[in-house]
């Protein structure tokens, strides 16, 4: 089993640019959730989905979207990067996490 | 909201020592994790413990939920257990995480 993986590993956008992440579980878990984590702080949630075609926002939404595409995939979308949004994300499904996406907004 | 408050920030030890790591939780929860950060970024979970005491080899946690606090013992530090320690309280769909502590085990 892969458990909780995560495209792509490293990411430099330019402000105003957009992307996707793409965050894939094969663990058959209902829940996904999206957080981030800045430099030696603890992790905050962006969006989690409790169920496939559910999701709600977490502790820090604005500037982020997601979609449950279904039971195993959830992606977080950024329509136009701030520097603010600079952070690692980091994709998991109940206490699974998956590798993280290091993300520079210049 | 719930707050999550983990006690020490830092803590620098010797390989063999023992450490106990603590979390503070301010409302009731529906269940307790512990997780490790390795310096690579790596985020493992060691413990689901809403109640009691569990243990994994050298690692053990006590959750006294009616006290509103866990404590994670790490015994004989080895240099691999480096890196910072969160808990993170469930309530409702949601982790509330703490700041972590940040452990250096030197060799």
């Known amino acids: 089993n892969a458990g909780v993986t995560q495209t792509p590993k490293f990411q430099v956008l330019k402000t105003g640019q957009s992307m996707t992440l793409q965050c894939a579980q094969d663990?058959?878990?209902?829940?996904m959730y999206w957080y981030r984590q800045d430099p030696g702080m603890g992790l905050r949630l962006i969006y989690y989905?409790?169920?496939?075609?559910?999701?709600d926002k977490g502790e820090v939404p604005n500037g982020y979207n997601v979609s449950r595409l279904n039971k195993r995939e959830f992606s977080l979308r950024l329509e136009s990067a701030a520097p603010s949004q600079t952070s690692v994300y980091f994709c998991?499904?109940?206490?699974?996490f998956g590798p993280g996406t290091r993300l520079t907004v210049t | 909201g719930i707050q999550v408050e983990q006690s020490p920030p830092d803590l620098i030890l010797q390989e063999g020592a023992n450490s106990t790591l603590r979390c503070n939780f301010s409302?009731?929860?529906?269940?307790l994790q512990w997780f490790h950060q390795n310096p690579w970024g790596q985020l493992i979970n060691l413990f689901y413990?809403?109640?009691?005491?569990k243990q994994n080899g050298r690692l053990s946690a006590t959750t006294v939920a009616t006290e509103r606090y866990s404590l994670l013992y790490i015994s004989s530090s080895q240099t691999t257990d480096s890196g910072v320690y969160f808990c993170?309280?469930?309530?409702?769909?949601?982790?509330?995480w703490g700041a972590g502590t940040k452990l250096i085990i030197k060799p």
């Open positions: 998991a499904t109940r206490g699974d």
């Open positions: 663990m058959n878990h209902n829940s």
């Open positions: 989905s409790a169920s496939e075609g559910t999701t």
């Open positions: 409302d009731s929860v529906n269940n």
């Open positions: 413990i809403p109640s009691g005491t």
């Open positions: 993170a309280v469930a309530v409702n769909y949601q982790l509330i």
